[in-house]
């Protein structure tokens, strides 16, 4: 990232906190320690980064602002900078040796007495020994630190790190912001509706990327709905051989299911709706050719029915028999 970007995405995702740490900033307030909650693409490395610059920048700005120019800024922003030090996972876990690599770097330079500050990102990806090991490091820093532990799942950071902490919670995505993480991600702008509607999280998109496990899906169950409005009873195969074989897990299973309820909301928007704004937005002749000659009170039913997979999938019936029942009862309500 370069210190411009870290501004400009400090300044559009999370304006209220960056100006609210220009405050603290100002009245000397800083805290020693926080945690940064928030989920993949808001903008936490931004913020750290940002403080930080704030706080070493040599011109700053008339509003207090980073220059974004100067030596400091730039060496914080290429990781170079000796009083600035920034922990990414080593592989899939952040390990004790890295914590102890902060911490001897530290003592180094603690004696000139400059401000540090130190960045740990993904943190709940610390091993146990990492997690203790820094602990001790916040409870009994040397000199003047300040540390940001960056995190998308707090949950999964130990409780007495938090309560060591300062936590901050950002802003999820706006829909702009959310739809501009995707293009990054390589999704198409057909399927973005969709996946607003499926999760708001960018690191679950992330793993349905994987196997392009999200393309296989969407068209699977597209097939499987174009079988249903052609009155098609392989519809009722069609769960069997293309859809099972993506139902890896409960949570993608559920997802499939929130997948069929969204394409019958299509049908819903296209009977109700002059304006359309599809979450299967190449399904839309056959979304509107089923709008056309189903009434109100099936669509409901149908549904209903949908929303009904949930309860089932608690009480452990088998999905495969869910989904097949589910295809069933849809066609007779369609052909009643
Ligand atoms: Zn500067």
């Known amino acids: 990232m370069t210190q411009n970007q870290v501004i400009t995405e400090t300044d559009s995702k999370q304006k209220d906190l960056m100006d609210n740490f220009l405050r603290v900033i100002k009245q000397n307030e800083l805290s020693h320690s926080y945690l940064f909650s928030g989920e993949e693409g808001v903008g936490k490395l931004s913020l750290a980064l940002f403080i930080t610059m704030r706080m070493f920048c040599q011109n700053l700005t008339s509003e207090s602002m980073p220059c974004g120019e100067c030596d400091e800024c730039r060496r914080i922003t290429d990781l170079q900078h000796p009083d600035v030090i920034v922990i990414k996972p080593d592989g899939l876990s952040i390990k004790v040796d ?10 180094k330079s603690g004696l000139e007495g400059n401000q540090k500050f130190f960045i740990i990102c993904d943190a709940e990806k610390m091993t146990t020994g990492a997690a203790n090991s820094l602990l001790k490091f916040i409870e009994e820093p040397m000199g003047n630190v300040v540390s940001f532990l960056l995190t ?6 130990l409780p007495t790190i938090i309560s060591r902490t300062q936590v901050v919670e950002l802003n999820s995505l706006s829909r702009s912001d959310f739809e501009a993480e995707l293009a990054k991600l390589s999704v198409t702008p057909s399927q973005y509706k969709l996946l607003s509607r499926l999760t708001n999280r960018i690191s679950t998109v992330q793993e349905w990327q994987e196997d392009e496990w999200l393309a296989h899906s969407i068209s699977a169950v597209s097939h499987w709905f174009n079988l249903i409005v052609d009155n098609d009873i392989t519809a009722f195969a069609a769960i069997k051989t293309n859809v099972m074989s993506l139902a890896s897990d409960n949570s993608k299973k559920q997802v499939i299911i929130n997948m069929l309820l969204s394409i019958f909301e299509d049908v819903l928007d296209a009977k109700f709706t002059s304006e359309h704004n599809f979450n299967f937005p190449k399904q ?6 089923l709008a056309n000659h189903v009434n109100k009170s099936q669509l409901i039913q149908i549904l209903e029915e949908l929303l009904s997979c949930n309860k089932l999938m608690a009480i452990n019936v088998s999905y495969k ?3 097949e029942a589910t295809t069933l009862k849809i066609m007779r309500i369609l052909n009643s």
């Open 284 to 289: 839309a002749d056959s979304i509107k050719k």
């Open 98 to 107: 890295q914590i102890r690599y902060l911490k001897s770097e530290f003592s």
């Open 321 to 323: 028999n869910i989904l």
């Open 152 to 157: 998308t799942n707090r949950n999964l950071i």
